[in-house]
T-cell receptor, first 112, second 114 residues
């Protein structure tokens, strides 16, 4: 089955700096890659996603890149703000499956 | 506009008790999921269901069972709770199919087994 690895497990940045979180996956049949943000005490919520036929997607300060050949995808947050502090999860979903495989999470701390 | 609800935010049970965790969604989603969230381990799938009365094992089904008698409701059952089942339990739902089907999560139930 699919295996998703996520790095780093914790990331601390200064407000205004950029943050990058990386994930790798094992199943070449995976074709959908969402990213979820979980603030302290709250439920995970989708912040951005990408399909395998696209190399990059942006939404304001957030972007996701996908390298199908190398089987890795990354979340990029620019101009970080304290409200970006949260746990971020990547996930992969193999084609024709309804299951998501989640990474282990990255705790991002943005210092004011 | 809360769409996925769970019966309890916090629950304390004793070893050996039978525990029921309930999840309800109002989005008419076919898929429903139960995850367990532990620090450093991310979200691990326990069971999921793609239709009423249908279920499939996830990655860590041992010690758990599920029930889906109605489309909107998915129950997680701990037949005999053990201390190693102390965790945060998250329910989620999504549309069926291979599209960009976002999973919507419930608020979670923090279960402590003493």
């Amino acid at each position: 089955g699919e295996n998703v690895e996520q790095h780093p497990s914790t990331l601390s940045v200064q407000e205004g700096d950029s943050a990058v979180i990386k994930c790798t996956y094992s199943d070449s049949a995976s074709n959908y890659f969402p990213w979820y943000k979980q603030e302290l005490g709250k439920r995970p919520q989708l912040i951005i996603d990408i399909r395998s036929n696209v190399g990059e997607k942006k939404d304001q300060r957030i972007a996701v890149t996908l390298n199908k050949t190398a089987k890795h995808f990354s979340l990029h947050i620019t101009e970080t703000q304290p409200e970006d502090s949260a746990v971020y999860f990547c996930a992969a979903r193999p084609y024709n499956f309804n299951k998501f495989y989640f990474g282990s999470g990255t705790k991002l701390n943005v210092k004011p | 506009d809360v769409k996925v609800t769970q019966s309890s935010r916090y629950l304390v049970k004793r070893t050996g008790e039978k525990v029921f965790l309930e999840c309800v969604q109002d989005m008419d989603h076919e898929n429903m999921f139960w995850y367990r969230q532990d620090p450093g381990l991310g979200l691990r799938l326990i069971y999921f269901s793609y239709d009423v009365k249908m279920k499939e094992k996830g990655d860590i089904p041992e010690g758990y069972s599920v029930s889906r008698e109605k489309k909107e409701r998915f129950s997680l059952i701990l037949e005999s709770a053990s201390t190693n089942q102390t965790s945060m339990y998250l329910c989620a739902s999504s549309l069926i199919g291979t599209g960009d089907n976002e999973q919507f999560f419930g608020p979670g139930t923090r279960l402590t087994v003493l």
